[in-house]
């Protein structure tokens, strides 16, 4: 079935470092979203992407769809303890099947101070 | 403004027991889903409703049913829980499928004993 791979699966950085997480699907997308889940919480949207390689900030956070609408990148600069959860990336796949959100598994970000 | 509301937060029921997990949106969204979430397996959609009187099935439908009693409200039902049916479950409404963002409740932690 339609896919969508993120890695890593987990993230350790100390305080103030930089994270990434990257987000790739086997098929073209629609569009993509980005979601934050606070530990107990639930999933809170971010931000979403529609065009072919566009990129969008938000204060410390830098969101990217790729030229081919198949990848998709959350870079946090300088994380504060705030930025701590877990990051999901959400895509709905051009050309039919389900229209529901498709979930990759998250990175959980977790910060030392 | 409530957004969206599941009941109950908690539920522990004995194999073979049947439930009915509520979820109620008041942002009049045409498209409600439900997903569960498993430790490292990110958020897998059961079924949604695109729009009212419509329902189809997700990535992992079996056991469960549903119904979208009218707008506001998408029942999910497990006829004879199992334990693998231990889990925490979501609620999510968006304007429509594609292109909207999607509002989460606070979920259900279901275990299956």
């Known amino acids: 079935g339609q896919q969508v791979m993120q890695i890593p699966q987990y993230q350790h950085v100390q305080e103030g470092e930089d994270f990434t997480t990257y987000c790739n699907s086997s098929?073209?997308?629609?569009?993509i979203q980005w979601y934050k889940q606070r530990p107990g919480g639930h999933p809170v949207f971010l931000i979403q992407?529609?065009?072919?390689?566009e990129v969008k900030k938000q204060k410390r956070l830098t969101f990217q769809f790729g030229e081919a609408k198949k990848n998709s990148s959350l870079h946090i600069t300088a994380t504060q303890t705030t930025d701590v959860g877990t990051y999901f990336c959400a895509g709905f796949h051009s050309g039919g099947g389900a229209d529901g959100l498709t979930f990759g598994k998250g990175t959980h970000l977790i910060i030392q101070p | 403004n409530a957004g969206v509301t599941q009941t109950p937060k908690f539920q522990v029921l004995k194999t073979g027991q049947s439930m009915t997990l509520q979820c109620a949106q008041d942002?009049?969204?045409?498209?409600m889903y439900w997903y569960r979430q498993d430790p490292g397996m990110g958020l897998r959609l059961i079924y949604y409703?695109?729009?009212?009187?419509?329902?189809d099935k997700g990535e992992v439908p079996n056991g469960y049913n549903v119904s979208r009693l009218n707008k506001r409200e998408f029942s999910l039902r497990l006829e004879s829980a199992a334990p693998s049916q231990t889990s925490v479950y979501f609620c999510?409404?968006?304007?429509?499928?594609?292109?909207?963002?999607?509002?989460f409740g606070q979920g259900t932690r279901l275990t299956v004993v």
């Open positions: 992407l529609v065009k072919s390689g």
């Open positions: 098929t073209t997308l629609s569009n």
């Open positions: 942002m009049n969204h045409n498209s």
């Open positions: 999510a409404s968006s304007i429509t499928g594609k292109n909207t963002e999607a509002f």
């Open positions: 409703s695109a729009s009212e009187g419509t329902t």
